[in-house]
Nanobody, 119 residues
Framework: QVQLVESGGGSVQAGGSTKLSCAAS????????TAWFRQAPGKESEMVSS????????QYADSVKGRFTISQNVNENTLYLQMSSLRTEDSAVYYC????????????WGQGTKVTISS
């Protein structure tokens, strides 16, 4: 099993920056990809960014390209999301997720951290 705990959410003014963290524990050796998802009220969940644990290859949703940066410390099993130039539409609950090697599913999820962007 893998446990994920997010932190760093809160209220930020539009145009500002904040950084989310996700502390992972358990059988992380099973995990090949970790990612950040978000879900705003009344909207579907969106994968914001993902990163491969073996080579730091990252992908981003078009909506956050150039503004968000995903990073990781594999030795410390920590995932980060640096969010800049924030917009009100970035307001959502952000979730950390992990995908076991050999699958294309994110089987492990954190409890989420809320980010509110005010204008």
């Amino acid at each position: 099993q893998v446990q994920l705990v997010e932190s760093g959410g809160g209220s930020v003014q539009a145009g500002g920056s904040t950084k989310l963290s996700c502390a992972a524990s358990g059988s992380m050796w099973r995990v090949c990809v970790t990612a950040w998802f978000r879900q705003a009220p009344g909207k579907e969940s969106e994968m914001v960014s993902s990163i491969r644990r073996d080579n730091d290859e990252a992908q981003y949703a078009d909506s956050v390209k150039g503004r968000f940066t995903i990073s990781q410390n594999v030795n410390e099993n920590t995932l980060y999301l640096q969010m800049s130039s924030l917009r009100t539409e970035d307001s959502a609950v952000y979730y950390c997720a992990a995908s076991p090697c050999g699958t294309h599913h994110f089987n492990y999820w954190g409890q989420g951290t809320k980010v509110t962007i005010s204008s």
